[in-house]
């Protein structure tokens, strides 16, 4: 590690400190102290009017009792289920389409991304003209004999909408991931397996995904997290509804927090949402290693 | 050449795809009063463009209010958070210290603390602070990432020694040779996540609706949603708003766009 060295003039022993000083005062303030007021918070009833009080286990017991806390743990898995296809798999094709060495690639590459860059905000306004009843999904359904859907209003097709909107809104992002991943595998190794005589499948199948195996691991931990937490997204095209068909857990610790003002319990949901969020990611962790020995 | 025809075309196809909503968001709000925004087959093509409801999604809420707002949020938060990642990174980079793992490990930690998981803790801090509803309460969740941390530190660590060592035998301290030597050297870093904190900071929504009530403080993301709540027929001026609110961000991705991109890619490769 280049710098690494010993004690060097103009170095106190407080130096680095005194570098980290404001740093550490941020992280102290909005990460730290926020974390350990939610820990404290879920054992308590806190309601914002009242003085928080220690409530012993009441909300994890409640979390047991409370059945729209299972419809938004369902949600979220479904959400997490359809998404990670969208995700993982679909971006690796637009990847290898914007890694062809073709004039003007650069400027796809730019539109494919565009989306990851807009406000959540204003891509769910955009939709809302696609996805209206008389919009040009519809109209495109209409085509071949199906439809119209409302696609927001039916609590069949609410989810399921929401969740191709984030996979939309972050296909881009994604797919650069997989890039980076595509300009790091040995072209050497492509070109022995074209005259070793492998079509593109083969390619794909035995030199690609293989090389591309630590960004599997690294896109699915992101997939998996970024759709565990959705929130933004439901806030802003169905918030939960309709019926609860997309209440996620996200939205679910919003709504008893900012809504009901049930903040105790929103944060033992929140712990609840956390823990599943380690597991997943330590899951996921342990099975690329082991793969990799 | 058959073959690249047909890739070019594959190409567009999904273009479409991703740009698509955005046109139609265009076209939408672009249409004269008479022409209807929805309906089958969908008509897309404005006849003829008006400019009439960018100038009323402008006055119906105060839309430059928002812009403004936004506008400071980023003039504010961009140079602290470049300033105060760069100084946390530094040390991690080129200091040997106690503990520094640890301290990166640390900073590092902020990936696993979700914003959204945040929002009730964080907003009892501010309270505890007095800092609800004030430009102080958007900002300073804002000066810390990961993300920075972790590029800065890299940046920084790539700096031949020999450079820094001319400034120490002149006797440079070690703010000097941070500050006079080693920032300009790591300037593109900061440039990318200057690009990155933009865009992020510009697009916030979420935060500044839980912290903020009154709307003279309102970011324009929040001002979308305002505008989209209080005129819900007016599907012309939604659209309208919409697009100015995209404006800042498509243009900062246009001059840009080459160095956000390869940044992506260098960022996740790591």
Redesign the interface.
């Given at each position: 590690?280049?710098?690494?060295?010993?004690?060097?003039?103009?170095?106190h022993?407080y130096?680095?400190?005194a570098?980290?000083?404001?740093?550490?005062l941020?992280?102290a303030?909005?990460?730290a102290?926020?974390?350990?007021?939610?820990i404290q918070?879920a054992f308590s009833d806190y309601d914002i009017v009242h003085p928080v009080r220690f409530s012993g286990l009441d909300n994890f017991i409640e979390l047991g009792h409370d059945p729209r806390v299972w419809i938004a743990l369902r949600n979220s898995l479904l959400f997490v289920v359809m998404f990670l296809p969208l995700t993982v798999v679909l971006p690796l094709f637009?990847a290898m389409?914007?890694n062809?060495k073709?004039r003007a690639?650069?400027a796809?590459?730019?539109?494919?991304?565009?989306?990851v860059?807009?406000?959540?905000?204003?891509?769910a306004?955009?939709?809302r003209?696609?996805f209206?009843?008389?919009?040009?999904v519809?109209?495109m359904l209409?085509l071949f004999g199906a439809g119209p859907i409302d696609f927001l209003l039916d609590r069949h097709w609410a989810l399921p909408t929401v969740v191709l909107l984030e996979a939309?809104k972050s296909?881009?992002?994604f797919m650069?991931?997989y890039?980076?991943?595509l300009?790091?595998v040995p072209s050497e190794q492509v070109e022995a397996a074209t005259i070793d005589g492998a079509n593109a499948w083969q390619r794909l199948r035995h030199v690609v995904v293989p090389a591309l195996r630590p960004t599997f691991a690294?896109t699915l931990v992101l997939s998996m997290?970024e759709a565990m937490?959705a929130?933004?997204s439901v806030?802003?095209l169905t918030r939960g509804g309709p019926l609860d068909s997309t209440l996620t857990l996200?939205y679910y610790?919003?709504s008893k927090?900012?809504e009901d003002y049930d903040?105790g319990y929103?944060?033992a949901v929140?712990l609840l949402?956390?823990a599943i969020?380690?597991v997943l990611?330590g899951f996921n962790l342990l099975v690329t290693r082991r793969r990799d020995v | 050449m058959r073959r690249r025809i047909a890739l070019y075309v594959l190409l567009i196809a999904v273009a479409a795809l991703f740009i698509g909503p955005f046109l139609i968001l265009l076209s939408s709000a672009t249409k004269p009063a008479g022409q209807d925004v929805f309906g089958f087959p969908p008509d897309l093509i404005p006849r003829p463009p008006v400019a009439t409801w960018f100038r009323e999604a402008w006055t119906t809420i105060p839309y430059a209010r928002f812009v403004l707002n936004s506008l400071i949020y980023v003039g504010i938060t961009i140079p602290v958070y470049l300033i105060v990642s760069a100084l946390t990174a530094y040390p991690l980079a080129r200091i040997a210290f106690c503990g520094r793992g640890v301290f990166f490990m640390l900073f590092l930690s902020i990936m696993f603390l979700p914003g959204e998981l945040m929002l009730i803790p964080r907003f009892l801090v501010m309270s505890q602070l007095g800092l609800t509803d004030t430009f102080a309460s958007v900002i300073l969740p804002a000066i810390l990432s990961s993300l920075g941390i972790f590029l800065l530190r890299q940046a920084f660590s790539q700096i031949p020694d020999e450079v820094v060592e001319a400034a120490r035998v002149d006797g440079a301290n070690e703010f000097a040779i941070f500050w006079r030597i080693c920032i300009p050297i790591v300037a593109p870093t900061l440039a990318v996540l200057a690009i990155l904190g933009f865009v992020s900071v510009w697009n916030s929504f979420i935060w500044p609706l839980v912290v903020l009530t009154s709307q003279s403080k309102f970011p324009i993301a929040l001002g979308i949603a305002y505008l989209s709540g209080v005129s819900g027929t007016d599907v012309r001026g939604l659209a309208a708003g919409t697009v100015i609110s995209l404006v800042p961000v498509v243009l900062v991705f246009l001059l840009l766009q080459k160095r956000i991109l390869n940044s992506m890619g260098g960022a996740v490769k790591g």
């Open positions: 590690m280049p710098g690494l060295k010993g004690r060097v003039v103009g170095q022993w130096t680095p400190y570098f980290m000083l404001p740093g550490l941020c992280y303030a909005m990460f102290w926020p974390a350990v007021i939610a918070l637009l389409l914007v062809l073709l690639i650069q796809f590459r730019m539109l494919y991304y565009l989306p860059i807009t406000s959540m905000v204003a891509v306004v955009a939709w003209y696609v209206n009843r008389e919009g040009v519809n109209w209409g939309w296909a881009g992002l650069m991931i890039l980076a991943g300009q790091a690294v997290l937490r929130f933004e806030y802003v996200g610790i919003w927090a900012f903040m929103a944060s929140g949402l956390w969020m380690i990611a | -």
